[in-house]
């Protein structure tokens, strides 16, 4: 969905690195607290899939690679009784497991370094394994036919972009430049991806025990997963946004019905919003899936919908939740729907009855990253109802292990965190001016004695339609390791408290978000924890908008580092990836309609203000809040004479700001070594 895929999840100048980032000698006794070096070290479990009778989980686990800096996916399979783990065969990258419907088989992606993507088939019985597909592009959005004799997928097919004119002809053997390249999309870049190829993503089929594939979707649209067979595997059900102004209308897609003989789509929805994730069920008379009638608001909740498989008798299950659906998958008999959501900043797996009655199953689900705390994690369902998933029910001080029902499974990272003492979270109250109550925890220093009052960092989450939890975090506990208190909180804006509390900001953002992270930071101060003298302020994305915004609001701050903020909104309205978004979700009117409304919320109106060195941070390819936004707060702040310095994360993008290990420990590192330069506590690193 655009409006969800577009909201912020929100090194040019040599700032001094900490000794910590880099990999001790051989010779010298490991750090006893978190360094920037364990990032290497670090693993976490994703995407489970527990196989159709429940004894076995394929999971993807996530571990950093210090030869290549980078995080590595490989699959693991797990035994449900004993809990023995087992890595699947062959070398590169693996993701996206999916059982075929006897359990006897395991489809997913693997990747050789500098090869593409291929569907790949593993045979559990024999442990053989074969490549199925020699695909140009990745496969994703896999799925089996009911038979186990055919797959579906989702893949990108090249198209011919537009020309105008041409070159002359070059004569044999002549270097010449590079052709011109012609742009007439309305979205022609997307973050993480770069400038978007010509073609769109389309479905195909191919036999399970491999062949050539076979193209069943055409024309000039994208097709969305997932892919969901009916049980004679004559009918897929997908999304799609078909309209003939989908470019200037992105948020606007339907569920279709494919056959998958002739080609023939069929529109089973039919609303102004997103209608997407749709999946058949069991016994294919029905169809659950995702969305809501799109009134541009800045947050909707995506609610769980059933219907008859013709697209009739369209049933709201979800409506009095008030909490957005992530994921949706049917129960074997086809009387329940297994969903999970985000609820008051803690994710729960839910069984959802056709009269929508709804009954958590599992809650503390976590996974999807751990540079930041937010708020993540997947499940599966077997068919005799057994759940996996991926969470942390340690207080924070793990990344996301393996779970069946309410056992852990996996033990990643004990043997890298039994030697580390880390920082302890724990909830704080907070109360804002208004009297609401905001979610918000301290992460303390390794070492804090009760009482002791220690330089505290406000570290503030993107979105701003997000929402952190009591989740493992690098960038916390490296920042904690360094004797500093972090406060993160869930102030006005945030997800997982319901739409009334989302929208508080709606066409006002940012605004009295402000006034709840003071409030916060005010009750870290009354608790006894935070030295009013020593605060420093920092956010990614939204909170990078927030901390620039708090700079220009208030002095109380001793050091500030921007990372990937909006400057001017103006700017980043027409040059972000998703151009049209930000103008018709955040505002009311165009840049050119209302130019004071814009300008009025944009953090480069109060420059004039600022007082507090303010670090600025940035991947060098980043389409979301593009670098541009960062380089013109920092003129601002080196004309006016305010310390700063603009860091710039080489090859990364907006949502892989943190991908490289190296760069995110290094980040991490500049951004203490700025905030050590004006820290003045008595306990002051050297």
């Given at each position: 969905?655009l409006?969800?895929?577009?909201?912020?999840?929100?090194?040019?100048?040599c700032?001094?690195?900490?000794?910590?980032?880099a990999?001790?000698?051989?010779?010298?006794?490991?750090?006893?607290?978190?360094?920037?070096?364990?990032?290497?070290?670090?693993?976490?479990?994703?995407?489970?899939?527990?196989?159709p009778?429940?004894?076995?989980?394929?999971?993807?686990?996530?571990?950093?690679?210090?030869?290549?800096?980078?995080?590595?996916?490989?699959?693991?399979?797990?035994?449900?009784?004993?809990a023995?783990?087992?890595?699947?065969?062959?070398?590169?990258?693996?993701?996206?497991?999916?059982?075929?419907?006897?359990?006897?088989?395991?489809?997913?992606?693997?990747?050789?370094?500098?090869?593409?993507?291929?569907?790949?088939?593993?045979?559990?019985?024999?442990?053989?394994?074969?490549?199925i597909?020699?695909?140009?592009?990745?496969?994703?959005?896999?799925?089996?036919?009911?038979?186990?004799?055919?797959?579906?997928?989702?893949?990108?097919?090249?198209?011919?972009?537009?020309?105008?004119?041409?070159?002359?002809?070059?004569?044999?053997?002549?270097?010449?430049?590079?052709?011109?390249?012609v742009?007439?999309?309305?979205?022609?870049?997307?973050?993480?991806?770069?400038?978007?190829?010509?073609?769109?993503?389309?479905?195909?089929?191919?036999a399970?025990?491999?062949?050539?594939?076979?193209?069943?979707?055409?024309?000039?649209?994208?097709?969305?997963?997932?892919?969901?067979?009916?049980?004679?595997?004559?009918?897929?059900v997908?999304?799609?946004?078909?309209?003939?102004?989908?470019?200037?209308?992105?948020?606007?897609?339907?569920?279709?019905?494919?056959?998958?003989?002739?080609?023939?789509?069929?529109?089973l929805?039919?609303?102004?919003?997103?209608?997407?994730?749709?999946?058949?069920?069991?016994?294919?008379?029905?169809?659950?899936?995702?969305?809501?009638?799109?009134?541009?608001?800045?947050?909707?909740?995506?609610?769980?919908?059933?219907?008859?498989?013709?697209?009739?008798?369209?049933?709201?299950?979800?409506?009095?939740?008030?909490?957005?659906?992530?994921?949706?998958?049917?129960?074997?008999?086809?009387?329940?729907?297994?969903?999970?959501?985000?609820?008051?900043?803690?994710?729960?797996?839910?069984?959802?009855?056709?009269?929508?009655?709804?009954?958590v199953?599992?809650?503390?689900?976590?996974?999807?990253?751990?540079?930041?705390?937010?708020?993540g994690?997947?499940?599966?369902?077997?068919?005799?109802?057994?759940?996996?998933?991926t969470?942390?029910?340690?207080?924070?001080?793990?990344?996301?292990?393996?779970?069946?029902?309410?056992?852990?499974?996996?033990?990643?990272?004990?043997?890298?965190?039994?030697?580390k003492?880390?920082?302890r979270?724990?909830?704080?109250?907070?109360?804002?001016?208004?009297?609401?109550?905001?979610?918000?925890?301290?992460?303390?220093?390794?070492?804090?004695?009760?009482?002791?009052?220690?330089?505290?960092?406000?570290?503030?989450?993107?979105?701003?339609?997000?929402?952190?939890?009591?989740?493992?975090?690098?960038?916390?506990?490296?920042?904690?390791?360094?004797?500093?208190?972090?406060?993160?909180?869930?102030?006005?804006?945030?997800?997982?408290?319901?739409?009334?509390?989302?929208?508080?900001?709606?066409?006002?953002?940012?605004?009295?978000?402000?006034t709840?992270?003071?409030?916060?930071?005010?009750?870290?101060?009354?608790?006894?924890?935070?030295?009013p003298?020593?605060?420093?302020?920092?956010?990614?994305?939204?909170?990078?908008?927030?901390?620039?915004?708090?700079?220009?609001?208030?002095?109380?701050?001793?050091?500030?580092?921007?990372?990937?903020?909006?400057?001017?909104?103006?700017?980043?309205a027409?040059?972000?990836?998703?151009?049209?978004f930000?103008?018709?979700?955040?505002?009311?009117?165009?840049?050119?309609?209302?130019?004071?409304?814009?300008?009025?919320?944009?953090?480069?109106?109060?420059?004039?203000?600022?007082?507090?060195?303010?670090?600025?941070?940035?991947?060098?390819?980043?389409?979301?809040?593009?670098?541009?936004?960062?380089?013109?707060?920092?003129?601002?702040?080196?004309?006016r004479?305010?310390?700063?310095?603009?860091?710039?994360?080489?090859?990364?993008?907006?949502?892989?700001?943190?991908?490289?290990?190296?760069?995110?420990?290094?980040?991490?590192?500049?951004?203490?070594?700025?905030?050590?330069?004006?820290?003045?506590?008595?306990?002051?690193?050297?």
């Amino acid at each position: 969905m655009l409006r969800q895929t577009l909201a912020f999840l929100l090194l040019s100048t040599c700032v001094p690195a900490l000794a910590q980032t880099a990999p001790a000698p051989a010779s010298e006794q490991p750090s006893r607290v978190f360094s920037g070096a364990d990032l290497f070290g670090l693993e976490y479990a994703g995407s489970p899939q527990i196989s159709p009778d429940g004894s076995r989980i394929a999971y993807v686990r996530k571990s950093g690679d210090v030869m290549t800096d980078k995080m590595r996916s490989t699959i693991w399979l797990v035994d449900v009784k004993n809990a023995e783990q087992v890595p699947l065969a062959g070398t590169g990258s693996q993701f996206s497991p999916v059982w075929s419907p006897d359990g006897k088989r395991l489809a997913y992606v693997g990747a050789e370094e500098g090869s593409a993507p291929q569907l790949t088939m593993r045979w559990m019985e024999s442990g053989a394994t074969a490549r199925i597909t020699g695909l140009p592009d990745s496969p994703s959005s896999i799925a089996w036919s009911p038979d186990g004799k055919q797959i579906a997928y989702v893949m990108h097919v090249p198209g011919e972009g537009t020309k105008f004119g041409e070159a002359p002809a070059k004569p044999e053997g002549a270097k010449w430049a590079e052709p011109l390249e012609v742009i007439d999309r309305v979205t022609y870049r997307a973050d993480g991806d770069g400038y978007i190829k010509p073609g769109f993503d389309q479905v195909f089929v191919v036999a399970a025990d491999g062949g050539a594939p076979r193209q069943l979707t055409f024309g000039k649209f994208d097709v969305s997963g997932p892919l969901s067979f009916s049980p004679d595997g004559r009918t897929l059900v997908l999304s799609s946004n078909r309209r003939a102004d989908w470019e200037r209308e992105p948020n606007d897609s339907e569920v279709f019905a494919l056959d998958v003989a002739s080609g023939a789509l069929t529109q089973l929805t039919k609303r102004y919003g997103p209608d997407q994730n749709a999946v058949l069920s069991p016994d294919g008379s029905r169809i659950a899936f995702l969305g809501y009638d799109d009134t541009h608001l800045s947050y909707q909740p995506s609610e769980l919908y059933v219907m008859d498989r013709d697209g009739s008798n369209v049933k709201a299950l979800t409506k009095d939740l008030d909490r957005s659906i992530e994921d949706v998958q049917w129960a074997a008999d086809g009387r329940l729907v297994y969903v999970s959501y985000d609820d008051k900043a803690v994710r729960k797996v839910a069984r959802v009855d056709l009269a929508g009655k709804l009954t958590v199953l599992a809650e503390g689900l976590a996974g999807g990253g751990i540079d930041r705390p937010y708020t993540g994690g997947n499940f599966s369902v077997s068919r005799g109802g057994v759940i996996a998933w991926t969470g942390d029910t340690s207080g924070g001080l793990r990344p996301a292990n393996l779970f069946v029902g309410k056992r852990q499974v996996t033990r990643l990272n004990e043997t890298l965190m039994a030697g580390k003492t880390l920082g302890r979270v724990e909830p704080l109250d907070v109360t804002a001016s208004d009297g609401r109550k905001i979610g918000a925890w301290l992460v303390l220093p390794p070492s804090y004695q009760g009482g002791a009052r220690v330089p505290l960092i406000l570290e503030i989450h993107g979105g701003p339609h997000s929402a952190y939890g009591q989740v493992f975090s690098t960038d916390d506990q490296l920042y904690a390791a360094h004797g500093y208190a972090v406060l993160f909180t869930n102030p006005r804006g945030s997800t997982s408290y319901g739409s009334a509390f989302a929208n508080l900001i709606d066409k006002a953002y940012p605004g009295d978000d402000y006034t709840d992270l003071m409030s916060a930071v005010d009750a870290a101060i009354a608790k006894g924890v935070a030295d009013p003298d020593n605060l420093f302020v920092t956010g990614g994305s939204g909170g990078g908008v927030l901390t620039s915004w708090i700079v220009g609001k208030t002095d109380r701050f001793k050091a500030a580092a921007a990372q990937k903020p909006v400057i001017n909104w103006i700017s980043e309205a027409l040059t972000m990836d998703g151009t049209g978004f930000t103008s018709r979700y955040w505002f009311r009117k165009q840049p050119w309609e209302d130019p004071m409304s814009y300008w009025n919320r944009s953090p480069l109106s109060l420059v004039g203000n600022v007082k507090t060195p303010t670090m600025v941070v940035v991947g060098s390819e980043d389409f979301r809040t593009p670098v541009s936004e960062s380089e013109q707060y920092y003129a601002a702040l080196q004309i006016r004479g305010v310390p700063t310095a603009l860091v710039k994360v080489p090859g990364a993008s907006h949502g892989g700001f943190t991908a490289r290990p190296s760069q995110s420990a290094a980040k991490a590192s500049a951004i203490l070594a700025w905030f050590d330069k004006y820290r003045t506590d008595a306990s002051k690193a050297k």
